[in-house]
T-cell receptor
Framework: EPEVTQTPSHQVTQMGQEVILRCVPISNHLYFYWYRQILGQKVEFLVS????????KSEIFDDQFSVERPDGSNFTLKIRSTKLEDSAMYFC????????????FGSGTRLTVV | AQTVTQSQPEMSVQEAETVTLSCTYD???????LFWYKQPPSRQMILVIRQEAYKQQNATENRFSVNFQKAAKSFSLKISDSQLGDAAMYFCAYEIIRGSQGNLIFGKGTKLSVKP
């Protein structure tokens, strides 16, 4: 069964450093998303991406965040200057259409900011 | 604002028994999707079942079924013949159809334990 692949599975970074989280969505999917889950809390929507541009973003997705699809297969989330409160599990997801058949999530990247 | 409420932080079920996880949501929209996701200790989010609000028939996937009560804004998940592998966090999620792309709103989750 097709999977959404995320790398790395765990990343530790110093506060103030930039991190890039990588995702390879399912190949025939057109819509891509990032979510985060702070430990013990609910999963929160960050951003959706379609046709090489952001289609929707939440209040969490401020100027320190950016997304990119650099090469037609990868989908990245960049956090420009990490803060302690950015420590969370980050999930990438993709869908063939906009939600009709649900979203396929990756296994997540655990980001720890120290 | 749309909200999703899962009133049971933890539930427990005996292997082979049936358990129901509850979920309510608040919305003024008429067209939306509802989902149940499972998150095992591996932390991956796995789609269990989905329901379109315009369909009256309750969705079913093998041992998993929902009781969708649109007027009551209730979307409970029934797991029949529970198995040890069903132990996980279960998240209820909601998404409006119109004007939304991927903006799933999740509940806080219910931790399900399965006793052998």
């Amino acid at each position: 069964e097709p999977e959404v692949t995320q790398t790395p599975s765990h990343q530790v970074t110093q506060m103030g450093q930039e991190v890039i989280l990588r995702c390879v969505p399912i190949s025939n999917h057109l819509y891509f998303y990032w979510y985060r889950q702070i430990l013990g809390q609910k999963v929160e929507f960050l951003v959706s991406f379609y046709n090489n541009e952001i289609s929707e973003k939440s209040e969490i997705f401020d100027d320190q965040f950016s997304v990119e699809r650099p090469d037609g297969s990868n989908f990245t989330l960049k956090i420009r200057s990490t803060k302690l409160e950015d420590s969370a599990m980050y999930f990438c997801a993709s869908s063939e259409t906009s939600g009709d058949y649900g979203y396929t999530f990756g296994s997540g990247t655990r980001l720890t900011v120290v | 604002a749309q909200t999703v409420t899962q009133s049971q932080p933890e539930m427990s079920v005996q292997e082979a028994e049936t358990v129901t996880l509850s979920c309510t949501y608040d919305t003024s929209e008429s067209d939306y999707y509802l989902f149940w996701y499972k998150q095992p200790p591996s932390r991956q989010m796995i789609l269990v079942i989905r329901q379109e609000a315009y369909k009256q028939q309750n969705a079913t996937e093998n041992r998993f079924s929902v009781n969708f009560q649109k007027a009551a804004k209730s979307f409970s998940l029934k797991i029949s013949d529970s198995q040890l592998g069903d132990a996980a966090m279960y998240f209820c999620a909601y998404e409006i159809i119109r004007g939304s792309q991927g903006n799933l709103i999740f509940g806080k989750g219910t931790k399900l334990s399965v006793k052998p």
